[in-house]
């Protein structure tokens, strides 16, 4: 979502006429912002000075207070060749010059404190630095990737046209069958009414019996094979139902491709029921003549 919305914003800067220099930007998203030696925390909502020009007053405050205790050390011992009440002042400026030396002593660990934190803070930008070079190469990634989905609907675009067509050749199969139903449905009338005649050609109804176990035979392949087409487009199904959105409607479609070839099936084993009580009635007659 973060690389979604990053990319569009720097798209829509391009369009509105924004040169985007990439080098010089931090394109990661984040609460503080540092510009011109200043850092905008929006969060805490305040601007400070950045790490560095703290780092920076720090050794300088270090380096005055080093140079105010030399002073007042040097104060003391010329106070230490006067008179009496010269010794008092000298042992006010040791005291002032051992307080500014402890200052110093304290300024020198806080600008080491601070050199600790430029230290993480440089390590933290290098680590952010390697995070922006790693979703870089994500969005690349996938970028390709949709490159290679788009391919995929290209593919399954052409492979519902083929299914089309095959359904447009079942389609004309069916009104074949149904054709070929009507014309054995004329055939049997035919034979009822030349029953009477072919009670002395036992040997053709054989023929007729084993014609119709074959057709039978053939008719439970089929619903076999269809049987199988419908276990494939299930599981075609269920692999697309774990896709994103897009292919849920690729899961629907072989869902209802797997609803049609198990009508299928089942229609093709019915008809190999009807050809099998053929084939028996014909074995009976075989044997009643």
């Given at each position: ?73 040097e104060r003391a011992h010329y106070y ?210």
């Amino acid at each position: 979502m973060i690389i979604s919305d990053r990319e569009k914003t720097l798209n829509l800067l391009i369009k509105l006429g924004f040169i985007v220099n990439l080098q010089k930007s931090s394109l990661i998203p984040s609460q503080e912002i540092t510009n011109i030696r200043a850092l905008f925390n929006f969060k805490k909502e305040i601007v400070s000075p950045t790490m560095e020009r703290i780092l920076k007053l720090e050794i300088e405050k270090a380096h005055h207070f080093r140079e105010k205790a030399h002073y007042y050390r040097e104060r003391a011992h010329y106070y230490r060749e006067k008179p009496l009440h010269y010794r008092e002042r000298a042992h006010y400026y040791r005291e002032k010059a051992y307080h500014f030396s402890e200052k110093a002593h304290y300024y020198r660990e806080r600008a080491h404190y601070y050199r600790e934190k430029a230290h993480h803070f440089r390590e933290k930008a290098h680590y952010y630095r390697e995070r922006a070079h790693y979703y870089r190469e994500r969005a690349h990634h996938n970028r390709e990737r949709a490159h290679h989905f788009r391919e995929k609907a290209h593919h399954y675009r052409e492979r519902a046209h083929y299914y089309r067509e095959r359904a447009h050749y079942y389609r004309e199969r069916a009104h074949h069958n149904r054709e070929r139903a009507h014309h054995f449905r004329e055939r049997a009338h035919h034979n009822r009414e030349r029953a009477h005649h072919f009670r002395e050609k036992p040997h053709h109804y054989r023929e007729k019996a084993h014609h119709f176990r074959e057709r039978a035979h053939y008719y439970r392949e089929k619903a076999h094979h269809f049987r199988e087409k419908a276990h494939y487009y299930r599981e075609r199904a269920h692999y697309y139902r774990e896709k994103p959105l897009h292919y849920r409607e690729r899961a629907h479609y072989y869902r209802e491709r797997a609803h049609y070839y198990r009508e299928r099936a089942h229609y093709y084993r019915e008809r190999a029921h009807y050809c099998r009580e053929r084939a028996h009635y014909y074995r009976e007659k075989a044997h009643l003549i």
